[in-house]
Structures are given as C-alpha cells and as structure tokens.
C-alpha cells in the first residue's frame, strides 16, 4: 500500500540515512530543548544538506517565537515546519506566510470533541497531524509514544487537507493503525527507538516495511 511515512527525531546521520534507505518520504528534527530528540541548528543543517532527494526535511518546533523560526529557517534547508505545541490558527497563518513553508499542524486527540480542532485548522495548514494528547503536566507536547483510540477517526466527517496519524505507533502496530483509521500517512518517533533519543536503525526499516504492508 502506498503509505507516506515520517521518521521523526532524527539526530545523527545514521538515522538520516536509515530513514531513506527504507523508503520514509519524510525525516523530522526537533527543536525543543525539553525533548530527547532535541537537536541544534547547527546539526539539522548538516543533516539537512546531506539528506537524499526524496527525503522531506521537517523542522518540529513548539511554540516557537520569530527569532527561533527565522534562525532555523536561514539555517537549515526545510521542506515543512511541523507545528506541535498550542500555536493558535491565526499564528499558523502568520509562519506559513512568514516563512513560505508549507505547515503541518498538530491537534492532540483523547475524545471525540477533540476532532473538532482539525477543521478550524484546516482553514490554515496544508496538513494535520493527529497525535495522542499528552496527559496533563507531561514535559512534551507530543513524543510521549501513547496512542489515542483509532477508532474515534471511523467516523470521520469530510476533511479536506491530507493527514498523518502519530502516536505511539510502532513496527507492531501501525498496520493496524492504517487499517483502522484508513491513514495514507504515518509519522513515527519513539516507537522506532532502543531508548529515548536514539533511533533504532532496524526498527526504522521494520516499521516502514510494516506500514507499506
Ligand atoms: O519527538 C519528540 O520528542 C517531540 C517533542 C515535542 C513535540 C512532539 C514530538 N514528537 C512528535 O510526537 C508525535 C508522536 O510521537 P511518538 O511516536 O508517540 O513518540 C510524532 O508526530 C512526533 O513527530
């Protein structure tokens, strides 16, 4: 099946490179010191410059202010910001405009009424990203390697922008994930890890191959 797949939390050129080999069409960085997959500009960029073709650069950033967007955009060659933190519709309006990247917003689910944010910001973003709300006083917005209940996205009304599920999909779950919620893309962090932070190669490829079916 011809499922688009993110590896997110990239850190070394392994992991870059892992990535693509196995056929991810997106790599992400996150730039959020509270992460273990927190990385500096300096290092996105050099992954970055010698990321392959084909391998969409990603910038996660959480509630980022102007001078942090402006220092990674003039730095680090992007495909897409990734918004993951409380950024309201009008300042996902104002990034894409002020950085000319296509954004990709993330909406926290844990009950039905949480769907509803996906058609105020799909009035904003080129592309939702539905992950698992982090329980409350977690330290990350997102990363956390929890799953919401797939099943809240059968009954989905029409949406009109392209979507990826995350959360806490793993090399073991994410055919039945797809399966569930008819998702054409998926994104991944911790559950392709041998410990917080560290991307684990082979379970990379495991999971894209499980994905793809
Ligand atoms: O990965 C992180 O450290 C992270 C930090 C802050 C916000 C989001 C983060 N990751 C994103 O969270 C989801 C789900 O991750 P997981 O697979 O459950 O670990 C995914 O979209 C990551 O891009």
């Not at 500009?41 to 910038?59: E, F, N, Y």
């Not at 993951?84 to 300042?91: D, I, W």
């Not at 059968?154 to 990826?164: A, E, H, I």
């Not at 793993?170 to 559950?191: F, I, K």
């Amino acid at each position: 099946m011809d499922i688009r797949v993110k590896i997110c939390g990239l850190s070394r050129p392994e992991d870059v490179a892992a990535a693509a080999d196995a056929g991810a069409v997106y790599g992400g960085f996150v730039f959020f010191p509270k992460s273990p997959r927190n990385v500096s500009i300096d290092v996105a960029r050099d992954l970055a410059v010698a990321a392959p073709v084909g391998l969409a650069k990603v910038a996660l950033v959480v509630n980022a202010d102007d001078a942090l967007i402006d220092a990674i955009t003039g730095a680090v060659p992007l495909d897409m910001l990734q918004l993951h933190g409380k950024e309201s519709p009008e300042r996902v309006a104002e990034l894409r405009a002020r950085t000319g990247l296509p954004v990709m917003k993330a909406v926290g689910i844990a009950g039905p009424e949480d769907l509803e944010q996906i058609a105020i910001y799909e009035q904003v973003a080129d592309q939702i990203l539905i992950d698992a709300k982090p329980p409350k006083g977690a330290d990350l917005p997102g990363g956390n390697g929890l799953a919401f209940d797939w099943r809240l996205l059968q009954g989905r009304k029409y949406w009109t922008r392209p979507w990826m599920l995350a959360g806490g999909l793993t090399p073991d779950n994410v055919a039945e994930a797809v399966r569930l919620t008819g998702a054409r893309q998926v994104d991944v962090s911790s559950g392709v890890e041998s410990a917080p932070g560290v991307k684990d190669l082979d379970r990379i490829g495991d999971f894209v191959r499980a994905a793809q079916g």
